[in-house]
């Protein structure tokens, strides 16, 4: 069966240090796996996007993420917060050619102290 | 392009009342998902249109909740009638053929 699974429901750093968001998938093939964002009162936005072209991968507002098979992670990093960043952060897999079959991790609150 | 344009923004009404939630899709996705979001539960997915076709609908919660594409460029989700807990944030999305989800706002509906 396909899961994913964000492993902190909130996470707290101060600005201009890094961070670091979990995110552990299931999947029988070879997913793809997203990273969205929502602030407040939004809808969700692409932050990046894995799609085995590239291990590592780079998305918007400096954030990347590294697709790790053998540990079947796909970790969300900045090296340095922003105030901005305060948002709610969801790990997306779309299993192997079943586009409709998207599913939404949990959610991780990001909060930036000041 | 306008992205995905969902009304109204912001709905309150009472238990038993008609509620119809509409969206447009942006232009040449062919595919369509509604979901509802509440603190609870979080992101559910509630139903899947391809090419205007429900294929999924399993994620409907019961009959007082329908949903209609009659074309590619605009959908409804209908509550009748309303309660409390269907107070939530519901989200349409198209996808484009990359993957890519794109959200609307949300509608947020109060149902006193």
């Known amino acids: 069966a396909q899961s994913v699974t964000q492993l902190d429901s909130h996470v707290s750093v101060s600005e201009g240090t890094p961070v670091l968001l979990r995110c552990n998938y299931s999947s029988s093939y070879s997913p793809s796996l997203f990273w969205y964002v929502q602030h407040p009162n939004k809808g969700l936005q692409l932050l990046l996007k894995?799609?085995?072209?590239?291990?590592l991968v780079k998305g918007i507002n400096g954030f990347e993420a590294e697709f790790k098979k053998s540990e079947t992670s796909f970790h969300l990093t900045k090296p340095s917060a922003h105030m901005s960043d305060a948002a709610e952060y969801f790990c997306?897999?779309?299993?192997?050619?079943?586009?409709?079959?998207?599913?939404f991790g949990s959610g991780t609150r990001l909060s930036i102290r000041p | 392009d306008a992205g995905v344009i969902q009304s109204p923004r912001h709905e309150v009404t009472e238990m038993g009342q008609e509620v119809t939630l509409r969206c447009k899709p942006i232009?040449?996705?062919?595919?369509l998902f509604w979901y509802r979001q509440t603190m609870m539960r979080g992101l559910e997915l509630l139903i899947y249109?391809?090419?205007?076709?429900?294929?999924?609908d399993s994620g409907m919660p019961e009959d007082r909740f329908s949903a209609k594409m009659p074309n590619a460029s605009f959908s409804t989700l209908k509550i009748q009638p309303s309660e409390p807990r269907d107070s939530a944030v519901y989200f349409c999305a198209s996808p484009h053929s990359t993957g890519e989800l794109f959200f609307g706002e949300g509608s947020r509906l109060t149902v006193l």
């Open positions: 894995y799609t085995s072209a590239a291990t």
């Open positions: 997306v897999v779309i299993p192997y050619s079943s586009a409709s079959k998207i599913i």
């Open positions: 232009s040449g996705h062919n595919s």
């Open positions: 249109f391809n090419n205007n076709v429900p294929i999924d």
